[in-house]
């Protein structure tokens, strides 16, 4: 076993863990499932990673320390896979040492296509790097991973299976002995002898399709393997629920950890490494702003008061703008439930959303988030607020010049 300090895996810890806010903030799809994950230091791994796709991902600090932050970012994004691909749950009786080369194959072609958000289309614009001995051919791009199997089956392979015995750190400071594991050669990772059972695999569904809203809840920002998810059946409907956009994007800012690449963690700078810094603030405080003009339906406003009404247990506080070409109602949180029960809103003229953002500013709410019921037929100031915009439209409605739409 290579020798290595407790500061030194400290510091290799550290390193992962940034690597992880880092993919957070510009894949939020990937980022949210590595998120689910405890990353595990295991000195006794004879690979880089090793995952059982479900609670951990273990690594081995004495190898992966001599990897760059691009080649680890890789590591990472090719244990995510696991989950995303079920490796172990397709395998179906097939050889098992050909079955576990197929699935590096498919997630190093997947993770290799990663790109740097905003990247330029030419030249180098791979997020990560793959590190050495890792699996791939050119020729398996957007092959499944059943299909390169049957390929591999028709070859005269070079290499062979080594059986090992394989002891990971588990929960509570215990230990897990595996049964003997077969390393396919990988060059990355082992894939361990454990299949998921029932319960697991509707967990991991929905934390995927978590994932899924995650992505639509940060402007679709990143990548998105939507053809491989609607292909496994993930994605059978073709939208979203508003509803639960709406409580994962309200939800991720008033109760998650804030952080922003406007401000960058410089401990990370040395490592060649852009990571969010925090600037999470005291206070939850949640804006609403009913536009009670002539082109909302009643429905609308109490299809959302519903939910606005379902959110106030996750802030600590509310305040309810109620305005059309004016502002008619400034409803705290002590008198929001009665109002919203009655829906005796007022209105029904005009629309001007400069005078709500006005109201706002001279009267010091300071928003965590603002939410803004409306068509979007209106006006709006010229510069956007410095704080997050989230706009709930009916299915006919204008653009904004700035904020997120969700629709209803």
């Excluded at 050889?95 to 080369?101: D, G």
Aim: proline share 7%; glycine share 6%; with cysteine.
């Amino acid at each position: 076993m290579i020798e290595i300090t407790p500061q030194q895996i400290n510091a290799e810890s550290e390193r992962l863990a940034a690597l992880r806010m880092q993919m957070l903030e510009m894949h939020p799809f990937w980022g949210y499932l590595l998120l689910q994950m405890r990353l595990v230091p295991a000195l006794g791994l004879p690979t880089f990673a090793a995952t059982d796709a479900i609670n951990h991902i273990w690594f081995n600090p004495a190898l992966t320390r001599d990897l760059d932050v691009r080649e680890l970012g890789f590591v990472l994004a090719h244990e995510v896979c696991h989950q995303v691909l079920a490796t172990m749950e397709r395998r179906n009786g097939r050889e098992e040492f050909k079955w576990n080369m197929a699935t590096d194959y498919a997630i190093n072609a997947m993770v290799a296509d990663i790109k740097i958000p905003g990247a330029a289309q030419w030249g180098d614009n791979r997020l990560y790097q793959m590190p050495e001995a890792g699996l791939f051919n050119p020729k398996y791009h957007d092959w499944v991973a059943e299909v390169i199997y049957e390929d591999l089956c028709r070859k005269e392979l070079k290499t062979s299976p080594v059986s090992i015995e394989v002891i990971l750190p588990g929960d509570n400071g215990s230990e897990m002995q595996l049964p003997v594991v077969s390393d396919h050669r990988g060059g990355i990772d082992i894939h361990l002898p454990q299949e998921l059972d029932a319960d697991q695999q509707e967990l991991l569904r929905e934390r995927i399709l978590a994932a899924v809203e995650n992505f639509h809840a940060n402007s679709d920002r990143g990548d998105l393997p939507d053809d491989l998810l609607h292909a496994s059946g993930l994605l059978e409907e073709p939208k979203i629920p508003w509803q639960r956009v709406l409580h994962h994007y309200v939800d991720a800012i008033l109760n998650g950890d804030d952080y922003s690449l406007a401000r960058p963690n410089k401990h990370y700078w040395v490592q060649d490494l852009l990571i969010p810094g925090h600037y999470g603030e005291s206070v939850s405080n949640l804006v609403v702003a009913l536009d009670t003009s002539g082109s909302m339906t009643e429905e609308n406003i109490r299809e959302v008061a519903t939910e606005i009404r379902g959110m106030v247990p996750n802030a600590q506080d509310v305040t309810l703008i109620v305005a059309d070409s004016a502002v008619h109602q400034v409803i705290p949180l002590d008198g929001l439930e009665e109002i919203l029960k009655s829906g005796a809103f007022r209105g029904g003229g005009g629309t001007d959303h400069v005078c709500v953002f006005e109201y706002i500013r001279e009267h010091h709410l300071y928003p965590r988030v603002f939410i803004g019921l409306s068509d979007l037929c209106s006006r709006f100031p010229e510069k956007k607020p410095p704080y997050p915009i989230l706009w709930l439209v009916p299915e006919d409605h204008e653009e904004p010049p700035w904020g997120k739409v969700i629709e209803l």
